[in-house]
Nanobody
């Protein structure tokens, strides 16, 4: 059973930065071919796909984070990261890492085919 666990959430002021990490287990599973990404959900709002990175390391971002967030993966460590710069109060949400083995072509398509996701980590951005 694949499990994902996020770390790195917290509270920052607008304009600040946070780095989220996601560790996948069990370690013996080959996650190299998984499409890995992040989605977020704020209270009272619908889920939003944030970014995805494919098996070749090619990223895709939602328009509202492009230029501010950077997604990366380390297949040797079974780790996924999200560097978030220029945070805005609108970025406040619970951030979840997620994965699928299904080949997806767009961020939205990835969001429709998630197979596993973590419990999430809270990011709070204040003015």
């Amino acid at each position: 059973q694949v499990q994902l666990m996020e770390t790195g959430g917290g509270s920052v002021q607008a304009g600040g930065s946070l780095r989220l990490s996601c560790a996948a287990s069990p370690y013996g599973v080959n996650y190299r071919y998984y499409y890995l990404g992040w989605f977020r959900q704020a209270p009272g709002k619908e889920r939003e796909e944030v970014a995805v990175i494919d098996a070749d390391g090619s990223p895709e971002y939602a328009d509202f984070v492009r230029g501010r967030f950077t997604i990366s993966r380390d297949n040797a460590k079974n780790e996924l990261n999200l560097q978030m710069n220029g945070l805005e109060p609108e970025d406040t949400a619970i951030y979840h890492c997620a994965a699928t083995r299904i080949v997806t072509r767009t961020l939205a398509d990835w969001g429709r085919h998630l197979e596993v996701w973590g419990q999430g980590t809270l990011v709070t951005v204040s003015t």
